[in-house]
């Protein structure tokens, strides 16, 4: 269970992102730039959809590693999205197992001093509602001279400065 110091300080992290985006939005306005005002409002508009899609999946664990992430892991900037609706809360658990097993593999392998883009897509087989899908896909530096070992339960594909890590199962 979270403890109340560690949920003030996630409340905290999470009030200081809200507040930083509200300060670009008023710098902008007072610059007379509207339209870059009005871009960021869209994206965090956008941003906060996508947390609503995430707590509705009932996956709480996973939930709050995906909006801690960038405050506890800064060699990456994660973004997610969800293409899923209904109750994943089955497999939450196994998400954060997976996604902690391919950051701790990721961690021993990068190169020290680079920053790594990581998308997170959660979503569900058209061809089938009851197989739900995590894709992990991570951008940077020597991705493609990367070279990891299979993983359990995941699938490793290289693309053009690209790595994707796939896992799938069903509810």
Known sequence: MLE??????ILQRYRHDILNELQLVSGYLQLGNAKKAEAILQKFFEHMQEERKLTQLQ???FSLWLIEFNHTHPRYQLSYEVWADGNWEPLDRILLEKANAIIGLLDKNLTDGEVYSIHICLKE??????????EMSMKGPDIDKLKLEEMKDIAVSYREESISFVFSTTV
């Open 4 to 9: 109340e110091k560690d949920a003030m300080l």
């Open 125 to 134: 087989e058209k061809s089938d509602p009851f197989v739900k899908v995590m």
């Open 59 to 61: 996956i709480p664990a």
